[in-house]
C-alpha cells in the first residue's frame, strides 16, 4: 500500500516537473542564443524548484491533515482542530522576515536546508509520539520550515524570469507546488489512516523534507552580488508605504485567509456529517485538483491575461461559493463546491506574486516576500481559532459565511492596485 501511494506520488511530481521543464523551454524566445542558454541551464534547475517545493508542502499538509482527524478521532472539540491550524502559522511570523532577507543575501540553498530540517524534525516528532503536544511541535516545526523554504523558493523563481511576461508563467508553475501537494497529501493520508493508521500518516510526512532537500541540491548556486550580501538596515515595514504593495497584501491576506476557512470547514463539516477520512480527504483533494488544473492553465494562456481582471473575477467567484457552501448537500455537493471554490483561490497566488515582483525593488524582493508571508500567517494564526471558537458558538459553517464577506470588501482595494514598479 504504501510503495503504491508512494509511486502514485512520485508520477504526478514527474509529469509536473516535465510541464515545468517545458515552460523553461518557452522562456526562451526563437533567435535568441542568450535566452536560449538560459533556459538550457535552467532545464534541471527549474523543475527541481517546483519539485522541492511540493516536497516541503506536502510534510506539512500532510501532517495537517492527520492532526486534524486524530484529534477529531480522540474526541477533542472543534476548537482545538483550529488550535491545531493556527500552530502551523506561528512560526512563520517570526521567520517570514528573516527568510526574505536571508533570501536575498544567499539564495535559495541555505533557507532551504532549514526548512527541509525543520519539517522533517517536526513529522519524525510526530511519528514517534503521537499526542496533543508533539502534533503542537511538529505544527510548529513544519509550518515554520514551509515558511523558510517557500520564501527562498519564490524569491530564486522569481530571478529565473527573464521578461515582464515570464512572471506570470513563471509563478505558476511555483504555485502549482502547493496545489500539487495538497491535492495528492490529503487522499494518501486518508488512505493510510483507513487502512493502516494515523502513524503510518506521519511516516509519510517524514520522507517529504529529505525528498525536498535532495531536491535542492540539483540546483546550480546563483552568484549573489555585493549589493545583495550587505546588511540590509531598511526595515521590511517600510515597503508598506507604497500603496500598491500595500493594497495587494491585503488583498492577499483576505484570499488567503478563505482558503484557511475552506481547510477548517472540511474537516468539521465532514465530521458533522459523519463522512469517513477517505471521504474527507477526496473533498480536500477536489479543491486542489482544481487549484492544479487552473494554475496549468495560466502558464499556457499567461500572455493573455491581465492580472487584475482575473484578479477580481477570481474574488467574485470565491466570496459568492463561500456563501453559499453550507447549502451543498452530500460528499458530491461538497466536492464540486471545493472545486469551484478552488479554481477561482487557485489562480489568485500566480497573479499576486507576479505583481508583487513588478511594484518591488529587485533587491528588496526578498523581503517583500517575507512581508507577504509574514501577514498571511499571521492571519492563519489567529483566524482557524477564531473559526474554531465561531463554530463552536454558533454552527460550523458560519467561517465560510464571515470570508465570503470579506471577500467581497476586499474588492474595493484591489481596484486600486496598480503594476508598476517601485522608486
Request: net charge positive.
Amino acid at each position: 500500500m504504501t510503495i503504491d501511494e508512494a509511486a502514485a506520488r512520485a508520477g504526478a511530481t514527474d509529469a509536473a516537473a516535465t510541464g515545468a521543464a517545458a515552460a523553461v523551454e518557452a522562456m526562451a524566445p526563437a533567435g535568441d542564443p542568450g535566452a536560449a542558454g538560459h533556459a538550457q541551464r535552467m532545464r534541471v534547475a527549474f523543475p527541481a524548484v517546483i519539485a522541492a517545493l511540493t516536497c516541503v508542502h506536502a510534510a506539512m499538509s500532510a501532517t495537517r491533515v492527520a492532526g486534524s482527524l486524530w484529534l477529531l478521532r480522540e474526541g477533542y472539540p472543534e476548537w482545538t482542530v483550529g488550535a491545531l491550524l493556527s500552530l502551523f502559522a506561528l512560526a512563520p511570523i517570526g521567520l517570514s522576515l528573516w527568510a526574505g532577507r536571508l533570501a536575498d543575501r544567499h539564495g535559495m540553498h541555505r533557507p532551504l536546508a532549514i526548512g527541509a530540517a525543520m519539517g522533517f524534525g517536526g513529522a519524525l516528532l510526530a511519528a514517534c509520539t503521537l499526542n496533543v503536544v508533539s502534533l503542537a511541535i511538529a505544527a510548529f516545526l513544519t509550518g515554520g520550515g514551509v515558511s523558510v523554504a517557500a520564501v527562498a523558493i519564490q524569491h530564486e523563481a522569481g530571478q529565473m524570469a527573464r521578461s515582464t511576461g515570464d512572471l506570470k508563467r513563471v509563478f505558476s508553475w511555483v504555485a502549482l507546488g502547493p496545489a500539487v501537494s495538497n491535492a495528492i497529501s490529503p487522499v494518501v493520508v486518508g488512505l493510510l489512516i483507513d487502512h493502516i493508521g494515523f502513524r503510518a500518516a506521519f511516516a509519510f510526512a517524514v520522507l517529504l523534507p529529505l525528498a525536498a532537500w535532495a531536491l535542492g541540491r540539483r540546483v546550480p548556486r546563483q552568484h549573489v552580488g555585493a549589493s545583495m550580501r550587505a546588511p540590509e538596515r531598511r526595515a521590511a515595514f517600510e515597503l508598506l508605504r507604497h500603496p500598491p504593495l500595500r493594497r495587494l497584501l491585503l488583498v492577499n491576506l483576505a484570499l488567503s485567509s478563505c482558503w484557511d476557512a475552506h481547510s477548517f470547514a472540511v474537516p468539521v463539516l465532514g465530521h458533522a456529517r459523519h463522512l469517513s477520512a477517505s471521504a474527507i480527504g477526496a473533498v480536500l483533494g477536489s479543491f486542489s485538483v482544481a487549484a492544479t488544473g487552473v494554475r496549468l492553465a495560466i502558464s499556457r494562456f499567461s500572455h493573455r491575461l491581465d492580472e487584475r481582471k482575473a484578479l477580481h473575477a477570481a474574488m467574485t467567484v470565491a466570496a459568492l461559493t463561500s456563501a453559499a457552501y453550507v447549502f451543498l448537500p452530500g460528499v458530491a455537493g461538497m466536492l464540486a463546491g471545493s472545486f469551484v471554490l478552488g479554481l477561482a483561490l487557485g489562480s489568485v497566488q500566480p497573479m499576486v506574486l507576479a505583481m508583487l515582483h513588478q511594484v518591488t525593488p529587485s533587491d528588496r524582493r526578498g523581503q517583500a516576500l517575507g512581508l507577504r508571508m509574514f501577514w498571511t500567517n499571521a492571519a492563519s494564526l489567529a483566524m482557524p481559532s477564531g473559526f474554531g471558537l465561531l463554530a463552536a458558538a454558533t454552527f460550523p459553517a458560519a467561517p465560510m459565511w464571515l470570508m465570503a464577506s470579506l471577500v467581497a470588501l476586499a474588492l474595493v482595494p484591489a481596484r486600486g492596485i496598480e503594476a508598476r514598479p517601485v522608486a
